[in-house]
T-cell receptor
Framework: EAGVAQSPRYKIIEKRQSVAFWCNPISGHATLYWYQQILGQGPKLLIQFQNNGVVDDSQLPKDRFSAERLKGVDSTLKIQPAKLEDSAVYLC?????????????FGPGTRLTVL | AQSVAQPEDQVNVAEGNPLTVKCTYSVSGNPYLFWYVQYPNRGLQFLLKYITGDNLVKGSYGFEAEFNKSQTSFHLKKPSALVSDSALYFCAVRDMMNSGGYQKVTFGTGTKLQVIP
């Protein structure tokens, strides 16, 4: 079974530029998550989709971050404009559904450096 | 509100010795509990989870964890550590109590495990 795919793996941009990350979840997984992991911290949920609908985006900085999952499969996370504090690893995960015990499976992440 | 704590930033253990990585949690209802491992430049990899039933949960790579409701703990253990176990370990919790909404998973800050040859 193929895992969660993410691209790019690394990205370096200057502040105020824009950047986009792509995620393809495990086939058949209805739920998709985007996390931000700052060095030395645990992952923080940015947004969660169930199929193509948003379940939770309470911690997404909506003035600069946006995400979409138009066809209920792959997803794109965008930052515009980027700030220095956005430097982090952006992790995508997927799970079969919304059940509390459902396991989340993570992709390799995209390491973003904002200069 | 739910929370999870990993009180040790780093745990050092000699190869072949038993290891324990500590995790405590706080939830309103009953918890779903998870352990993940992260190797350098990799995403998080699922190790094991507790949903209900037997308090001792066995997972991947010889790891196990014990759910202790009275102490609100879910410590990760392995009888004999390997150098290849050296990595960052994350505990996570989701509150089973669903008061009209859904609960996201909350991750701890991680514990770096160093297994010394």
């Amino acid at each position: 079974e193929a895992g969660v795919a993410q691209s790019p793996r690394y990205k370096i941009i200057e502040k105020r530029q824009s950047v986009a990350f792509w995620c393809n979840p495990i086939s058949g997984h209805a739920t998709l998550y985007w996390y931000q992991q700052i060095l030395g911290q645990g992952p923080k949920l940015l947004i969660q989709f169930q199929n193509n609908g948003v379940v939770d985006d309470s911690q997404l900085p909506k003035d600069r971050f946006s995400a979409e999952r138009l066809k209920g499969v792959d997803s794109t996370l965008k930052i515009q404009p980027a700030k220095l504090e956005d430097s982090a690893v952006y992790l995508c995960a997927s799970s079969a559904g919304l059940a509390g015990g459902d396991t989340q499976y993570f992709g390799p992440g995209t390491r973003l450096t904002v200069l | 509100a739910q929370s999870v704590a990993q009180p040790e930033d780093q745990v050092n253990v000699a190869e072949g010795n038993p290891l324990t990585v500590k995790c405590t949690y706080s939830v309103s209802g009953n918890p779903y509990l998870f352990w993940y491992v992260q190797y350098p430049n990799r995403g998080l990899q699922f190790l094991l989870k507790y949903i209900t039933g037997d308090n001792l949960v066995k997972g991947s790579y010889g790891f196990e964890a014990e759910f202790n409701k009275s102490q609100t703990s879910f410590h990760l253990k392995k009888p004999s550590a390997l150098v290849s176990d050296s990595a960052l370990y994350f505990c996570a919790v989701r509150d089973m109590m669903n008061s009209g909404g859904y609960q996201k998973v909350t991750f701890g800050t991680g514990t770096k495990l160093q297994v010394i040859p």
